[in-house]
């Protein structure tokens, strides 16, 4: 979903997490197909993934419940999300989040919402910490990195700088007290499901650039103020579920380097 256009004078911008980052952190052309509505097959990788989502969900439950009953947790009540040293986990993907700012792009500025839902959010030291779990067929590619891919960083921003909620409305708040934000990007086996790399950080200011950087570019490309570059990778095209109908795929391999 990504929505685009002048409303009452102002420049707004509505997405789905999933999209921005999909878009900025994989293919800024993919952005006209999505907001044409192009139906595309779903991967098999991000089918695999649901189900993995689902089975995780189940197992998260579990482990909470025990920790709860070996006192490293205490159960997510509101007297508990109110208290900033109470360590606490919110049942997995039952927090909705909602960011919403404005954005300059191209000597102008544009409204910015991006709503979505996070995989787990809790607060551990007194860190508010948005978790994002990530299922690989192929997770020794994430080995010898000093961070997660841009999509997956991107992602893990605009939940940590998001409105939280409980319900998929949005009608009700959840404020989370709290000293600090930190991220986790986890890396699991697809196969297995088994953990295979964590990445971690505390977030600074050069996260919040990143994160307003990319935000500024998706709004201009989406309203029509900058134009989409491309990645110029065959080697990402040929994974990619538009790569069957979007005009820019390349299908050849990358340039050598002089």
């Known amino acids: 979903m990504i929505e685009a256009g002048e409303e009452g004078g102002t420049a707004r911008v509505r997405a789905s997490v999933t999209d921005f980052v999909n878009v900025m952190g994989y293919c800024e ?5 999505i907001a044409r ?6 991967p098999e990788a991000v089918r695999r993934g649901g189900e993995a ?10 482990d909470v419940a025990e920790r709860i009953v070996r006192g490293e947790l205490v159960p997510a009540t509101e007297e508990a999300i109110a208290d900033p040293a109470a360590a606490i986990e919110i049942e997995r993907e039952s927090v909705y989040t909602t960011y919403e700012s404005p954005v300059a792009v191209a000597g102008r500025t544009a409204h910015v919402r991006l709503v979505g839902r996070a995989d787990k959010v809790c607060r551990v030291g007194g860190a508010l910490r948005v978790v994002d779990n990530k299922f690989a067929s192929n997770p020794s590619r994430y080995e010898g990195r000093d961070g997660p891919f841009l999509d997956q960083r991107l992602q893990v921003l605009t939940y940590l700088n998001s409105s939280f909620s409980p319900d998929q409305s949005r009608s009700e708040s959840l404020d989370i007290p709290h000293e600090r934000k930190e991220w986790s990007v986890q890396i699991h086996d ?10 971690v950080g505390t977030q600074d200011e050069r996260d919040l ?3 307003a950087s990319h ?8 309203l029509g103020w900058v134009k989409p ?21 390349l299908r050849g391999e990358p340039a050598a380097k002089g």
Do not use: S
Request: proline share 6%.
């Open 190 to 199: 697809a196969a297995t499901r088994e953990p295979a790399v964590t990445f």
């Open 215 to 222: 935000l500024a570019r998706f709004a201009g490309i989406a």
């Open 209 to 211: 650039a990143l994160l």
């Open 29 to 33: 052309h993919k952005l006209d197909l």
């Open 37 to 42: 509505g192009v139906q595309v097959p779903q």
């Open 53 to 62: 989502h689902v089975m995780e969900e189940e197992r998260d439950a579990r």
């Open 229 to 249: 570059a491309h990645h110029d990778n065959p080697r990402k095209c040929r994974p990619c579920q538009y790569v069957g109908v979007c005009e820019f795929a």
